[in-house]
């Protein structure tokens, strides 16, 4: 198939990282089994971290990055994935190697490609992305431990981040009480409109850290932090608790002791969505697309989300690195 499109490409130069839309021919797409027509895709994380050169996330550039696409099948050689789908790509080395949905075509294998629930929309499907997912997938492995609304509050780290921000809303439509974390000041009206019961500074998580234990306060907590806040925080987890830990933007290392395990019971719970397996991330989306679509979506959707186009997207890529943005980026390719 012949034709050309516009992308986010990042290149290395002699004056370091340089990001710009270009034209691309379709030609200069990896070898896969599904062609896919963007409409939409989500800025994540590591989506920045990408498109800032990291070595750690992408090793060769130039590079498409974008760990998120939602379009239609182009083109597909695996019979049971037809033309005219809605489909959505995420995860697996989509925008990290591989090229990635800040592009208005991606190739991809047809073992990456996840049917659309019928009752999100591509762009909604989007304002969850992998971020939502991620978020769904750590209030699903707290439910799955037994954890339930009367046992006491949730904690959420990272409030404001994409990961953080669903985490509230969902936990805040199933009966929690939620209380949100975070180091941005003047976003107590925001995370109260979407669910937290209360807001706390970051800062506040950090408190009594030379202690072996703290007080038990709360009875679970969503973790999109990691590092020292991590740490503290399993000393403060109710008997039987648990942390689903999911990221690492105060660092990669936490120090802690055996006391919350063995005094306590308490649980730490690792959640990855990259490379779990296609029948559970497909269910996992299911389950968003229906029984976690709630009546206030849409409500949710405008006061968090905030639609760009391809041009805008250099920009907003600048915010997520620098942490200087609350919710979540969708970009509209089609």
């Known amino acids: ?22 034209e691309r021919s379709i ?51 695996e019979p049971s994935i037809r033309v005219g789908e809605e489909v959505l790509v995420m995860g697996y080395d989509l925008g990290m190697n591989t090229s990635g949905g800040f592009s208005q075509y991606v190739r991809v294998p047809a073992s990456w490609v996840i049917r659309k629930p019928a009752r999100l929309s591509l762009e909604n499907a989007m304002v969850f992305g992998t971020a939502g997912f991620t978020a769904a997938m750590c209030v699903d492995t ?21 990961v953080g921000i669903v985490a509230v809303w969902l936990l805040h439509n199933q009966g929690f009480e939620v209380v949100a974390a975070t180091g941005k000041s003047g976003q107590e009206e925001l995370l109260k409109a979407v669910g ?16 072996p234990m703290n007080r038990p306060v709360w009875a ?24 689903a830990c999911c990221g690492m933007v105060a660092g990669h290392e936490f120090t802690t002791s055996v006391f919350p395990f ?17 029948d559970v991330k497909q269910d996992i989306w299911n389950m968003l697309g229906d029984k976690w679509t709630f009546d206030d979506f849409a409500d949710f959707k405008q006061r968090t989300v905030k639609l760009i186009s391809l041009d805008e997207l250099p920009a907003a890529l600048a915010d997520v690195l620098q942490g200087t943005h609350c919710g979540r980026y969708v970009v509209k390719l089609g």
């Open 142 to 162: 707290l439910l799955q431990v037994g954890i339930s609304p009367d046992q006491g509050p949730v904690l959420v780290t990272g409030a404001t981040g994409g």
């Open 220 to 243: 679970a907590a969503v973790d999109t932090v990691g590092g020292d806040v991590l740490g503290n925080i399993l000393k403060s987890i109710r008997y039987g608790g648990s942390v």
């Open 27 to 77: 030609d200069d797409l990896p070898a896969g089994d599904v062609l896919i027509r963007v409409s939409h895709s989500s800025v994540n994380y590591k989506d920045a971290l990408s498109a800032s050169g990291n070595k750690a996330v992408t090793r060769q550039y130039p590079h498409t990055p974008g760990i998120d696409a939602a379009g239609v099948v182009e083109s597909s050689s």
């Open 1 to 22: 198939m012949n034709g050309t499109f516009r992308a986010l490409r990042v290149s290395e130069t002699a004056n370091g990282v340089e990001q710009a839309i270009v």
């Open 196 to 211: 937290a019961d209360s807001v706390i500074s970051r800062a506040t998580l950090l408190e009594n850290a030379n202690r």
């Open 262 to 278: 063995i005094l306590r019971g308490v649980n730490l719970l690792g959640v990855d969505s990259v490379e779990l397996p296609l």
